[in-house]
């Protein structure tokens, strides 16, 4: 759940940051690479909590699968 979770969000904020450079004038390459650019930022920010969660939840995994 975390994983979809934090996919979901990432993509999310990748279409908010293409929607608002298209808006603002950007076209081509250069609106697909600072979408890119400014959704990393983004996400780096405010989807950390998610991002820990994500790790914690990976961690257990495997540790769990650890002890067969």
Do not use: M, N
Request: glycine share 10%; charged share 20%.
């Amino acid at each position: 759940r975390p994983l979809l979770v934090y996919t979901l969000s990432r993509i999310g904020l990748f279409a908010v940051a293409f929607g608002v450079l298209y808006l603002v004038g950007l076209r081509g390459f250069w609106l697909l690479v600072a979408a890119l650019i400014v959704s990393g930022l983004a996400s780096y920010v405010l989807l950390s909590g998610q991002r820990d969660e994500l790790s914690k939840a990976i961690s257990r995994r495997r540790d769990s699968s650890g002890d067969e």
